[in-house]
């Protein structure tokens, strides 16, 4: 028999991993709180009894135990992985709050300032001390069965007892395959996925029992060290990824910021970018970072690099170093077509690929989702493809290199992504997708099978013609910062696939004429301007709804200057402005109060003018002969250096 794994307090993977399964059923059927839940548990032999607490006045009713033990036993049924988060303990506490901890590890030594934090995706996330030994996944489990329930002690809560249904040969196997230490690492969750999973009291009845319990779990927190309690009283409720339709809906109403990959709406001040470097947990690009990629590209860095339009990342830095060291990598970015034409907004992502494409000299391969915009709008099929085609010449007259640039429509090229498609599919379970989009009972099932359709591309084995066959090519995303919660997840299970992570950058959203509460949509004309857009389109748009900073009266705005920050003439100036210099004066000039809006607002609509001008002379040049030459499956020509050997592939 396997040598039983035990930390030094005794305890084992088995019943370490069984309580967090239960406590996420609990949490789940029973509407706990997931802060400071569980009071505490004890394990002899196969029988665990564990106390938590709830919002309840009376015992959990026979109706509801058989619920929670269905739950946990669904849990285990998924074979779920349960992964592993490293984080400073400062930066878990101000992401997730006192959601992490548990009672009955309060305090928590002082000579903590790492955290092991054990993820089962959108089920959990708990705090787990190094050497605690922990299951690779919850299948190993077997099964368990509630056997007991007292309910001696409100304060304390019911305290379930219940019996694991594991054969000695399944019990020896799963302390066989557990480990001290790492089981298998991840990014930290967002922190809106982790709120999401949390319950907040019930209104009505049980009120009285839901306000004793809030109140205990605030004491305990205040109890805690101070920063963990300031983050705890800070932290909002889901917003963002994680949060279904209904909540976002919730949010927007109430002034909170909701950003996921299908609504992005803020309150007046805008969107709040720092907070959500926070709960999406990327890294900002430096100063350091712009000035090494002028440097290995030998040229000017793209102006959103310059002003921070393109302001975070994850593993670009990762990129360069291979980069540099001789490893090809290409770009992949993407159109989800429901309009006609293309507005401003949409050509932010595309120019700065096109920069990418020429200053690295990479492959691009970019996807026609017809089949995501089938799934959520109210379109047909046919039209959907359709208007894949029509922004396609679109994304062409952008003037990405024919010889290393791939269009596919995923309704044409689905064939080639499907073994790559299932793949991910089989490695990401319903919960941990449900956590990351949103998904709820309404959410038709093509809608959940999808993100893996987008994650496909991000793994350079789903172009076997285009790559000539190389696989060991590693995939840069650039993108708006809504669209992370796909890549999130797809990063998450690259490495269980034996795949290379795809790196991200992200940009901050293109404004509404309207303001910052929202980014531009095409559905929504007034807010934008259209690729199609006459010059007298634009100057009544601009004239019309472009939100100015400036002082309600000539007086107000002398003396006061524009506010630079929510002016929108001034701030599209800096997305499309190429000449530093004069964006500066204007800036000086405008927010000293020496500058009008209608002169700002002049200005824009001639640099806008421009663009859209050269825009339209480009795109008369796409003919559908182009079209089809961009979106045929051939070889992309570009240089690299020769494939690795695929011992030596990382």
């Known amino acids: 028999m396997a040598a039983v794994v035990r930390s030094s307090d005794g305890s084992d993977p088995v019943t370490e991993t069984a309580i967090r399964v239960l406590k996420a059923a609990a949490v789940s059927v029973l509407k706990c709180p997931m802060a400071l839940t569980t009071m505490l548990y004890k394990a002899k032999k196969s029988v665990v009894s564990m106390s938590i607490k709830t919002y309840l006045d009376?015992?959990?009713?026979?109706?509801?135990?058989?619920?929670?033990?269905?739950?946990?036993?669904?849990?285990?049924?998924?074979?779920?992985?349960?992964?592993?988060?490293?984080?400073?303990?400062?930066?878990?506490?101000?992401r997730y709050g006192m959601r992490i901890y548990e009672n009955f590890q309060m305090p928590l030594p002082a000579s903590v300032e790492e955290l092991r934090l054990a993820y089962l995706p959108g089920r959990a996330l708990d705090y787990v001390p190094d050497g605690t030994p922990m299951l690779p996944s919850t299948g190993l489990l077997g099964g368990l069965a509630i056997t007991g329930l007292k309910f001696k002690n409100k304060k304390k809560g019911p305290e379930f007892s219940f019996k694991l249904t594991i054969t000695a040969e399944q019990d020896a196997a799963a302390?066989?395959?557990?480990?001290?230490?790492?089981?298998?690492?991840?990014?930290?969750?967002a922190a809106a996925e982790i709120e999401a999973i949390d319950n907040e009291p019930p209104s009505g009845e049980g009120t009285l029992k839901a306000k004793a319990v809030a109140e205990a779990v605030t004491a305990e927190v205040e109890a805690a060290p101070a920063a963990a309690a300031a983050s705890a009283a800070s932290s909002e409720p889901p917003s963002g990824a994680g949060a279904s339709a209904g909540d976002s809906a919730e949010a927007a109403a109430e002034g909170k910021q909701v950003i996921n990959p299908w609504a992005v709406e803020a309150g007046e001040g805008g969107i709040d970018y720092d907070k959500l470097v926070r709960d999406f947990g990327c890294s900002v690009i430096t100063e350091d970072i712009v000035t090494r990629i002028e440097n290995v590209t030998k040229r000017r860095a793209h102006r959103f690099l310059r002003r921070g339009i393109f302001f975070?990342?994850?593993?670009?830095?990762?990129?360069?170093?291979?980069?540099c060291s001789g490893e090809p990598f290409y770009l992949y970015t993407g159109r989800g077509p429901s309009s006609e034409a293309l507005h401003l907004g949409h050509l932010?992502?595309?120019?700065?690929?096109?920069?990418?494409?020429?200053?690295?000299?990479?492959?691009?391969?970019?996807?026609m989702t017809d089949d995501e915009k089938f799934l959520w709008k109210d379109l047909t099929l046919e039209d959907a493809y359709r208007l894949g085609k029509a922004n396609a010449k679109d994304i062409i007259a952008c003037g990405f290199d024919q010889r290393k640039t791939f269009i596919f429509s995923d309704l044409d090229y689905h064939s080639h992504m499907y073994r790559n498609v299932l793949r991910i599919r089989k490695a990401v379970t319903y919960s941990q997708a449900k956590g990351a989009f949103g998904f709820d009972g309404a959410s038709n099932i093509g809608k959940v099978a999808f993100p893996a359709t987008q994650a496909a591309p991000s793994f350079p084995s789903t172009f076997t013609i285009p790559f000539g066959g190389r696989t060991d090519m590693l995939c840069l995303i650039?993108?708006?910062?809504?669209q992370d919660p796909y890549f999130r997840v797809t990063r998450d299970v690259a490495p269980r696939l034996g795949f290379e992570k795809p790196a991200l950058i992200h940009s901050k959203f293109f404004p509404a004429l309207q303001g910052f509460s929202t980014k531009m949509s095409a559905s929504a004309s007034n807010t934008a301007i259209m690729v199609s857009d006459t010059p007298e389109d634009i100057e009544s748009k601009v004239g019309k709804y472009a939100m100015s900073g400036g002082g309600r009266t000539l007086k107000e705005h002398q003396?006061?200057?524009?506010n630079l920050e929510v002016d929108v003439p001034y701030q599209w100036?800096?997305?499309?402005?190429?000449?530093d210099e004069e964006l500066a004066r204007i800036a000086t000039e405008y927010g000293a109060g020496r500058m009008l809006t209608s002169e700002v607002k002049d200005i824009l609509i001639a640099e806008l003018k421009?663009?859209?001008?050269?825009?339209q002379a480009a795109k008369a040049l796409v003919t559908d002969e182009t079209v089809e030459a961009y979106m045929r499956c051939r070889a992309l020509e570009f240089d690299a250096p020769p494939a690795k050997p695929a011992s030596a592939s990382s």
């Not at 135990?65 to 285990?76: C, D, G, S, T, Y």
């Not at 800096?574 to 000449?579: A, G, L």
């Open 348 to 367: 932010i992502p595309f120019e700065f690929t096109r920069y990418l494409q020429q200053a690295f000299n990479v492959p691009l391969v970019v996807q």
């Open 478 to 482: 650039p993108q708006a910062i809504d």
């Open 559 to 562: 003396e006061n200057g524009a």
């Open 610 to 615: 421009r663009v859209v001008r050269d825009h």
């Open 312 to 323: 975070t990342h994850r593993d670009l830095d990762l990129l360069l170093d291979r980069y």
């Open 175 to 189: 302390r066989s395959a557990a480990t001290l230490g790492e089981a298998s690492t991840c990014e930290p969750p």
């Open 573 to 579: 100036l800096r997305f499309f402005m190429e000449d």
């Open 58 to 94: 009376t015992p959990p009713t026979e109706e509801e135990l058989r619920a929670v033990e269905a739950q946990a036993n669904a849990i285990i049924g998924e074979d779920a992985p349960l992964h592993t988060v490293r984080m400073s303990k400062a930066d878990a506490e101000a």
